[in-house]
């Protein structure tokens, strides 16, 4: 049952990702959407087989799916830096550097 979920699911997605794709004059921000539900399509499947693996104590397969699964989740989950930012990290890092150095005359 689960894997007919997830053929149809897989599907589904196939449909609709040319219509989104020319639905977004960039392309850019609809391509990331969809690269994050599916790599959250992919952490749900990989944990319901996680859950298997450790309900019949198979725990060298619940392992790397637990691995996987964890990969998956923060691709779904990433947070992108706007530029500035990260232009402003950068630039406390040099203020933070500089203050921690020792002066000569000390």
Avoid: C, W
């Avoid at 859950?51 to 397969?61: C, E, I, T």
């Avoid at 989740?73 to 232009?87: I, K, L, Q, W």
Wanted: aromatic fraction near 8%; glycine fraction near 0%.
């Amino acid at each position: 049952m689960v894997i007919a979920r997830a053929k149809d699911s897989l599907h589904d997605s196939r449909i609709t990702s040319s219509s989104e794709e020319s639905a977004s004059p960039d392309g850019k921000t609809t391509s990331i959407t969809r690269q994050r539900e599916t790599a959250q399509y992919i952490a749900d499947m990989i944990l319901e087989l996680r859950n298997m693996a450790k309900s019949v104590q198979l725990y060298q397969v619940m392992v790397p799916l637990e691995y996987s699964y964890y990969e998956a989740f923060a691709v779904a989950n990433r947070v992108d830096v706007p530029d500035s930012e990260t232009a402003r990290i950068r630039e406390l890092s040099k203020v933070s550097a500089e203050f921690e150095t020792v002066p000569e005359d000390y």
